[in-house]
Every structure is written in C-alpha cells, then in structure tokens.
C-alpha cells in the first residue's frame, strides 16, 4: 500500500509559479511510474506530467509543456511538479498518482492517488 500526500498548492496570480510536492509512504517509490493529474470544476480528469520508471524520461501534456517540470528525489520519497508561467486555466486540483499498470497518461491505469491539493490562477 502506497499514501500519498500533496501539498503546495494555493492561489497566484497569471505568469506566477508555484511547486507542488508530493509525499510518498508505504513503499519507496523509485520502482514506480509517478504522475501528475489536474481537475478542473465540470470537467474531467486529465493527465498533466508523468515521471517513468520503465524508460527514465519525463512526458508532459501539450498545455503544460515548457512550462511544467516534473522531477522526484528518491532519498525523500517526494515527487514535485514545477509550475511556472500560470495560467487561469492551469486552475484546478491536483492530484499525485503512483504506480501505473498500463500507460503513463491513463487515470484508470494508476493505482494509488493522493487527495488532491487546489491550485488557482488569477487573471
């Protein structure tokens, strides 16, 4: 069993950055694929970053790409989501995710999920 816990979240404004991190216990999880998801209010989940242990690279959703960065630190069981050049629509929860058994992008593939922490942009 894997706990997950988020924090970092809060409010900033456009063009602002923020760091999310996430909290790992249970199980070390170097041996996991780790993820980054958002949700938005009326919309669904959607995939954000990912940090893969099959292949060692990182994947980034179009919206995010160039400004996110996803990195991890072992030693601490911690995994983080760089956030830079906020958007209003970048808006929504995030959520951390460990251990896929398919993809890197599916929620239905990730097994365990932290509780989500809010992340608002304003204009």
């Known amino acids: 069993q894997v706990q997950l816990v988020e924090s970092g979240g809060g409010l900033v404004q456009a063009g602002g950055s923020l760091r999310l991190s996430c909290a790992a216990s249970g199980r070390t999880m170097s041996i996991y694929t780790m993820g980054w998801f958002r949700q938005a209010p009326g919309k669904e989940r959607e995939f954000v970053a990912a940090d893969s242990w099959n292949d060692r690279r990182t994947y980034y959703a179009d919206s995010v790409k160039g400004r996110f960065t996803i990195s991890r630190d072992n030693a601490k069981n911690t995994l983080y989501l760089q956030m830079s050049s906020l958007k209003p629509e970048d808006s929504a929860v995030y959520y951390c995710?460990?251990?896929?058994?398919?993809?890197?992008?599916?929620?239905?593939?990730?097994?365990?999920w932290g509780q989500g922490t809010q992340v608002t942009v304003s204009p």
């Open positions: 995710a460990a251990f896929t058994t398919d993809t890197y992008y599916a929620e239905k593939d990730y097994r365990y």
